[in-house]
């Protein structure tokens, strides 16, 4: 079967708030008249169709937080594009102001980590990356008046705003296939699967070669590669336990 994948992407409306300027301002506390929330949730489960929505407009904010927490709830690995910096910290503070316990236990892959690290775009947007790749883009819309004019209740602006989150999450999981290979520290999820073969620790495929050996200062290991996500891999087994210890 393998992990449960939860591919996510939040919308949130900004803070209101009173000043004085437009450049380098410094917000005090008690100039806050509104603090910013979650407007709605895009999520779907990997290789699953269809992409799940839940808005303030439709569900009300409780309900729509309540179902985002039963998804977190049993999901193993949660992908997000800069989600542990915004959405999952944000969807935390709304948890526990609802008096939400913590979700149990899941893996994070944040694709904006991965597109910094191992690449250099020019940007790493999510809307480059993804139309650099040739995977599709970010659906147009007016800019700020969406949020103004979805925070005012108008229909066809939420409308669209779905339409705008849920691309988003299409986006999010074309980009995660593309560069999954590329994620070092990509959770185990052979871990979740019953096989007596050895599996792609990325992806979970039985259809694995060897690739050569790889070494470090003291040890051999075979290495391999994934003929289905391209990963590569590299065997548990030191190479050189039967041998001559190496002189240090």
């Not at 915004?86 to 939400?100: A, C, Q, R």
């Not at 996500?229 to 001559?244: D, F, M, T």
Request: glycine share 6%.
């Amino acid at each position: 079967m393998g992990p449960n994948i939860l591919e996510l992407d939040i919308e949130t409306f900004p803070h209101k708030v009173y000043c004085w300027g437009l450049w380098d301002q410094n917000i005090g506390i008690n100039q806050i008249v509104e603090p910013g929330y979650t407007a709605c949730w895009a999520a779907k489960w990997y290789k699953r169709r269809g992409v799940m929505f839940s808005s303030i407009v439709d569900d009300g904010p409780e309900a729509m937080l309540q179902k985002m927490h039963d998804l977190l709830e049993v999901a193993d690995i949660v992908i997000h594009y800069n989600g542990k910096k915004f959405d999952m910290p944000t969807l935390n503070k709304e948890f526990i102001s609802y008096g939400m316990e913590p979700p149990s236990h899941y893996k994070e892959i944040d694709l904006l980590q991965v597109a910094r690290r191992r690449f250099k775009f020019p940007s790493n947007k999510l809307d480059y990356v993804a139309q650099a790749l040739g995977l599709g883009k970010k659906v147009k819309h007016m800019g700020m008046e969406l949020w103004t004019e979805c925070m005012a209740g108008d229909r066809k602006a939420w409308a669209l705003m779905k339409k705008y989150n849920k691309q988003d999450v299409v986006l999010l999981e074309s980009l995660y296939e593309r560069l999954r290979p590329w994620i070092q520290n990509h959770p185990n999820v052979s871990l979740w699967i019953d096989s007596d073969d050895p599996l792609c620790r990325v992806c979970g495929s039985d259809d694995i070669k060897k690739n050569g050996l790889e070494h470090t200062n003291t040890s051999s290991y075979q290495r391999y590669k994934c003929n289905d996500c391209g990963a590569p891999l590299r065997g548990r087994n030191n190479l050189n336990l039967q041998k001559s210890k190496v002189l240090m």
